[in-house]
């Protein structure tokens, strides 16, 4: 693997701008149209107790694989001292293999693009969407469902002969997951890579003017998007073109711009909260669940809000397995991540928030602004609604600077979308809440290097934000 100087990380950063605003290449749409044609998924209800290979463990009431791998749907039981709901129990997606999420990067004129894939999910609202290169947990690449090999894999896995230019581990949902974890990676290659049935190379343009639109860039392709070194020294001369909010934004991606808060001063506020927080959390059986019940061969929340755990039989084509049963996630309702922005010392900044989930490895990762269902809040109590939700949703069209719905992991959520929301504001925060700051992009640039600072939601709505350094109309 070549280690990237700091000198190639801001070389790489200025190959990003000019992908970013490169023009159109190939034929995309009927590309995407004659992937839509022959790919696609089958559907149907399956009861979770007639699932083929899978079963339900006669003692716990746990929903398990036949094999042992993949993953099990258990109980979780859970305590957050002080909070609003400060016990609870759930159902939980255990899965504690590390998947690849990867997308390879080659050159073509000086220009990078990326290799993506179109990629049907079962979870999808509309079949087809844009999946990164490798988009594989360890029981798929290990071949357990007995498939097809995973394409471009060793490209991921052995990077002697390349340049990694990100590689973390980072959490999922972790009010669905626990402790579930991917290897997110973009990897640079300078040799020639066949193009395979259902891949094609696109610029970063196309792929920020695709974000705009409702559910086609996949959440595992907007979480290593967002790992892209957009933050250089310098970085605002590579956008000479770029006017008002966006000019504004690139600026911001400088490490040299002035910020409300020093690293040292975020990384202290982020262990405070990890230590102040206490939360206990355990597995426990499923048939131990309080407020949840089995009906219909789906399990539901007495109250008919959060999820259901259903059973699904898929047939499919263009996928590694042609036929397939599986327990999913159904949400109900259509979440909400938002970030609001703000100018400090007239640099914008993201207010994040310092969220716990029951998922996460180490209690707390930084989350958007705002992260949440709307509908739940009629049944909740009223501590209990997320501040800033009513700014969110209030917001004036020409505050709002990205909107589009996407959706979530199609592979363990069935039909999962989210709005995706960045509005500026002039919200002010005090500088002694606890659970909120104000931190500069080319910080969260610099906390994504690492892993388990921010959460897949802040990881999603970022790439978003990073896409409207692409203008609107970009060929």
């Avoid at 039981?77 to 504690?96: H, K, L, M």
């Avoid at 395979?196 to 907007?222: E, P, S």
């Avoid at 909120?436 to 939601?457: D, E, F, G, I, M």
Wanted: net charge negative; glycine share 8%; hydrophobic share 40%.
């Amino acid at each position: 693997m070549t280690e990237l100087s700091e000198a190639r990380q801001v070389d790489f950063a200025a190959g990003v701008a000019r992908s970013a605003l490169a023009g159109t290449t190939g034929e995309f749409d009927s590309w995407l149209a004659d992937c839509r044609d022959r790919f696609h998924t089958r559907v149907e209800p399956v009861p979770l107790d007639r699932l083929d290979g899978w079963s339900v463990h006669p003692e716990t009431g746990d929903i398990g694989h036949h094999s042992g791998k993949f993953f099990t749907v258990r109980g979780l039981d859970v305590e957050v001292v002080g909070a609003p709901i400060p016990r609870w129990s759930q159902p939980i997606i255990s899965q504690p293999e590390i998947g690849i999420l990867g997308i390879l990067v080659r050159e073509f004129d000086g220009v990078p693009h990326l290799l993506m894939q179109a990629k049907v999910e079962p979870g999808n609202v509309n079949g087809v969407q844009l999946s990164p290169t490798v988009q594989a947990t360890r029981s798929n690449y290990t071949s357990v469902h007995g498939g097809k090999a995973v394409p471009y894999l060793d490209y991921f896995r052995d990077t002697s002969r390349h340049t990694v230019l990100a590689d973390a581990r980072q959490s999922e949902q972790g009010a669905w997951f626990h402790r579930k974890r991917n290897r997110n990676m973009v990897v640079r290659v300078d040799e020639p890579v066949e193009v395979l049935d259902g891949f094609c190379w696109l610029t970063l343009a196309q792929v920020h003017a695709l974000l705009r639109l409702d559910d086609l860039i996949n959440m595992d392709t907007r979480t290593v998007l967002c790992c892209f070194p957009f933050s250089g020294a310098g970085v605002a001369y590579r956008y000479p073109g770029a006017r008002d909010f966006a000019a504004d934004l690139v600026g911001a991606l400088d490490p040299a711009a002035p910020a409300a808060h020093t690293m040292g001063e975020l990384l202290s506020w982020i262990t405070d909260s990890r230590t102040r927080h206490d939360v206990r959390v355990r597995e426990i059986p499923l048939n131990e669940v309080t407020d949840w019940r089995w009906a219909g061969g789906r399990i539901s929340h007495d109250t008919g809000l959060f999820f259901d755990v259903v059973g699904v039989g898929v047939t499919a084509a263009g996928r590694e397995v042609g036929r397939w049963h599986q327990p999913m996630l159904r949400p109900r309702g259509l979440g909400l991540v938002a970030f609001l922005v703000r100018r400090v010392g007239g640099v914008p900044h993201v207010l994040m928030n310092a969220k716990v989930e029951p998922g996460y490895f180490d209690v707390v990762e930084l989350a958007p602004t705002v992260q949440c269902t709307p509908d739940t809040y009629a049944e909740l109590p009223a501590e209990a609604r997320p501040p800033f939700l009513d700014e969110v949703l209030a917001a004036p069209p020409e505050r709002v600077r990205f909107d589009a719905v996407h959706s979530e992991e199609g592979g363990r959520f069935m039909h999962a979308r989210t709005r995706y929301v960045v509005v500026e504001t002039d919200a002010e925060v005090a500088p002694d809440h606890p659970d909120y700051r104000w931190l500069a992009p080319h910080q969260l640039a610099t906390l994504l290097r690492h892993s388990h600072y921010l959460n897949v939601q802040a990881r999603s709505v970022l790439a978003c934000l990073h896409s409207l350094v692409t203008p609107e109309g970009t060929p």
